[in-house]
């Protein structure tokens, strides 16, 4: 699996924060019984390796992979604990180099036309566009497709339901990321036939 199919594999890619190690598998269960598979494990916890270790050996049908790595040692570890592809808020050189060589689809976070110049350059054309809403949104993809038609983004920050649909009939737009598939209070509640639904009705936007 390269980069372009990792996004390919589903028009939502859920940004996932577990805090309780206790919810990562059931929650990975609703999502993929809803269709959606590739699941963003962002590094903002403290069991957020457990919880892809434990997804990855439970629910082999999901594409676990983690999100905020902002290092070549969280790369590193990240791998080992199974992740499957890997994305960061933006690209540094030693982390550019690391994940050259790391045998996982990686998805470098841009803001800006030289970060997306800069990120294409060390051989990344499938970006993360970030944080979305903040930088321009659709119209910032808009204007980035004509001087740089070849890349394509998985925008994410500020997406959600409502606007969702609105960037991923952008021809440059493969996928988007976002956090609103595992509401907080939802995950909390146990309420995993919620996370079900909610997933069922992201995958069916594209």
């Known amino acids: 699996m390269n980069a372009l199919e990792l996004m390919r594999a589903g028009p939502v890619m859920p940004v996932i924060v577990i805090k309780d190690l206790d919810t990562a598998v059931p929650l990975a269960q609703a999502l993929v019984a809803g269709g959606i598979r590739s699941l963003e494990i962002t590094l903002r916890s403290d069991v957020a390796l457990q919880a892809m270790r434990l997804i990855a050996e439970a629910v082999p049908e999901a594409l676990v992979g983690a999100g905020t790595v902002r290092s070549a040692a969280q790369l590193d570890a990240a791998l080992r604990a199974g992740a499957r592809f890997a994305i960061s808020p933006g690209l540094t050189p030693d982390l550019a180099a690391a994940?050259?060589?790391?045998?996982?689809?990686?998805?470098?976070?841009?803001?800006?036309?030289?970060?997306?110049?800069?990120?294409?350059?060390?051989?990344?054309?499938?970006?993360k566009l970030f944080p979305a809403a903040a930088v321009g949104g659709v119209a910032l993809l808009k204007a980035l497709h004509g001087p740089?038609?070849?890349?394509?983004?998985c925008p994410t920050g500020g997406i959600n339901a409502a606007n969702a649909g609105e960037y991923l009939a952008l021809p440059?737009?493969?996928?988007?990321?976002?956090s609103w598939l595992t509401p907080v209070a939802a995950v909390a509640g146990r309420r995993w036939a919620d996370i079900t639904a909610l997933a069922r009705q992201a995958a069916a936007l594209k």
């Open 148 to 153: 740089l038609p070849e890349l394509r983004y």
């Open 99 to 127: 994940a050259r060589d790391c045998g996982v689809p990686f998805l470098p976070g841009i803001a800006t036309p030289a970060e997306a110049m800069w990120a294409a350059e060390q051989g990344y054309t499938e970006q």
């Open 172 to 178: 440059n737009v493969e996928c988007v990321g976002g």
